[in-house]
């Protein structure tokens, strides 16, 4: 069945058939029902979008972000039987699709825009999808400093951070005031913290060896140099998005944070070692945190995350918590091949941002794409206080939604964003 789009819009009152201006994205040429049971919409930019009928069924009337006629009390609704819908009459009324159908006298209505900004054409969702763009040390080196007042009381300036952390998994900013638990102030603007190895807020404090010369532990409390680690993989949902505001740096050499890019690091072993990436990214490894008797936790997570279109959307990955590894046999060689390839190309030279920290300066990084590291240092030479607290991705994401609807970027709330080191 073919139509023109019938539009009974009140501001024109003229058929849509000839176009509507290409400022007009929602607007429609044309609808054609398809014979593999969905509806075809043909935009004024002479894109085609097509929806399934049972899709469009099923957004209508969903309980939470349908606009149906669902009451509230109504009992669980199934899907409908896609073969069992029957579209009538389908035409464009007052900027929606609004579609009767015949097989039980429903009528759903799609407001335009919502319908374009969500087609999942295969073309329009790879579009709608964030460009994660990776990135070599130096370009972190030569990218700006963000003021940490405006970011925090100016919405455009917090939104262009979010737009950075969204596409390069790295920000930094500087002029923070020196006040307790400061490094709040920023994360509060992302969502909620979470809790981790350190509290809601932990202030890492270098502790001096003891009189043996031992370090209190290998870990962020140590001086010893840390490797490129993303934080706690021993979680089932790792950290979030990690924050590290240095209180004060000491003043000799070393303590020097180190940041990688995991996502850069997977796209280069895809290249140079396909069977480690397939590895890495098909077998879950086990991590694990045992390091007093309070803690057991133990995780499988992959190395490295893709999604379903094959690209990369997390890393999880740690020298000191990879735990005992319980894979069958004949894959405990293949690991460790695995991820000794991905360490070299961690660590391949040109991977690296290299900045020690000075007081008042923060980065703010995803920690389930880049990875993080620190030099050695002398304790005795200084204290090193950083405040660091995290805020998990959905939070983050969640108000980055919001804030891109509240300042009308309606395409940037509507992107498909990287799920992270999950599974
Ligand atoms: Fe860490």
Known sequence: MMRQARNRSSVSGSTAKHGAAMSQPAGVQQLETLGDRRIAVTWADGATSRYHFVWLRQQFFHPATGRGDQQPGDPLRLPDIPE???????????????????????????????????????????????????????????????????????????????????????????????????????????????????????????????????????????AVPLAAHTDEGWRYAPPGINFHLAIENTPTGGGDSMLFDGLLAA??????????????????????????????????????????????????????????????????????????????????????????LGPGECHVFDNHRVLHARSGFDPAAGPRRIQQCSVDREEFHNTYRQLAEKLGRMDDAAMILPNGALG
Not at 130 to 152: F, H, K, M, N, P
Not at 196 to 203: L, R, T
Request: net charge negative; proline share 3%.
């Open 267 to 356: 796209e280069r072993l895809r290249e140079n070692a396909p069977e480690a990436f397939a590895f890495l990214s098909c077998e879950p490894l086990r991590f694990a945190a045992e390091r007093n008797p309070q803690e057991r936790y133990y995780s499988h997570g992959r190395v490295i995350v893709t999604d379903q279109d094959g690209e990369i959307v997390g890393i999880r990955f740690s020298d000191r918590t990879l735990g005992v590894q319980d894979l069958d046999g004949d894959k405990i060689e293949p690991a460790y091949r695995a991820l000794r390839a991905f360490a070299i190309e961690m660590y391949g030279g040109d991977l690296v941002y290299r900045h020690k």
């Open 84 to 222: 069992d819908l029957v579209p009538g009459d389908c035409s464009v009324e007052d900027g929606s699709l609004v579609v009767r159908w015949a097989n039980d006298d429903a009528v759903t209505r799609h407001e335009l825009g919502w319908l374009r900004r969500n087609a999942y054409d295969r073309d329009q969702r790879l579009a709608r999808k964030a460009r994660q763009q990776s990135w070599a040390g130096e370009e972190v080196t030569e990218s700006e400093w963000l003021d940490w007042e405006q970011v925090i009381r100016d919405e455009e300036a917090l939104f262009g951070l979010f737009v950075t952390l969204r596409d390069r998994g790295i920000a930094r900013l500087k002029g923070a005031p020196f006040a307790k638990d400061e490094v709040r102030r920023l994360a509060d603007r992302f969502g909620a913290l979470r809790n981790s190895d350190f509290g809601m807020i932990g202030e890492i404090v270098s502790k001096p060896p003891d009189k043996a010369g031992r370090y209190a532990n290998i870990g962020a409390g140590s």
